[in-house]
């Protein structure tokens, strides 16, 4: 399996655009979540799926945030319009929905507005 | 609500030393999950082990082994005889079974073996 897959790995863009980072979670896993790495906060769950569904989306900054999960193996988070203050690398992981199993994660996209 | 606190932000020690990682959680679900992942400088999130609530019995597995503590609350990670591909940030993490996998991270530990 080549595992969590996402893209781009590297993404610089100017504060007011539009950015869309993609995800293609390891077939077979039914839940998907989207974490943000920053220097100040660490690791923060944005939005989890189940089932392709959203579950619960609390950790999702504001407005300007959106994800969606169209089929069983892709997810996007868009951010619209992006600020500086979204720097940072955002991690897709996919895991069974079992109690106690592993999520396996992206390598993540280093996201940079300038 | 639920935290994880890991106390140490950065260890630094020679190669063949072991390394002991502390990590303390807070949580009111009498049934949940522990555990730790590593993040080496390439970036992705690795993950090495994990432990339920109801399981307290310490492991080895290889060079990794695991002190897990429910009266104090405590999930430690050693690393023995540790090697220079072991420098990396550490990360401990709790699941409560009512969260349905979802992660609630410490800070991370940053580990960095001198040669």
């Known amino acids: 399996d080549a595992g969590v897959i996402q893209s781009p790995r590297h993404e610089v863009t100017e504060m007011g655009q539009e950015v869309t980072l993609r995800c293609k979670p390891i077939?077979?896993?039914?839940?998907l979540f989207w974490y943000r790495q920053t220097m100040m906060r660490g690791l923060e769950l944005l939005i989890y799926?189940?089932?392709?569904?959203?579950?619960?989306d609390s950790g999702m900054p504001e407005d300007r945030f959106s994800a969606k999960m169209p089929n069983a193996s892709f997810s996007t988070l868009k951010i619209q319009p992006s600020e500086p203050r979204d720097s940072a690398v955002y991690f897709c992981?996919?895991?069974?929905?079992?109690?106690?199993?592993?999520?396996?994660f992206g390598q993540g996209t280093r996201l940079t507005v300038v | 609500a639920q935290k994880v606190t890991q106390a140490q932000t950065e260890i630094s020690v020679v190669e063949k030393e072991d390394v002991t990682l502390d990590c303390v959680y807070e949580?009111?679900?009498?049934?949940?999950?522990l555990f730790w992942y590593k993040q080496p400088p390439s970036g992705e999130l690795v993950f090495l082990i994990r432990?339920?609530?109801?399981?307290?019995q310490n492991e080895i597995s290889g060079r990794y082994s695991w002190n897990f503590q429910k009266s104090t609350s405590s999930f430690n990670f050693t690393i023995t005889a540790s090697q220079v591909v072991d420098s990396a940030v550490y990360f401990c993490a709790l699941d409560p079974e009512a969260a349905g996998n979802k992660l609630t991270f410490g800070g991370g530990t940053r580990v960095l073996v001198k040669p």
């Open positions: 799926f189940n089932n392709n569904v959203p579950i619960d």
């Open positions: 992981a996919s895991s069974m929905h079992s109690a106690g199993t592993e999520a396996f």
């Open positions: 077939s077979g896993h039914n839940s």
């Open positions: 432990r339920n609530s109801f399981d307290e």
């Open positions: 949580t009111r679900d009498t049934t949940y999950y």
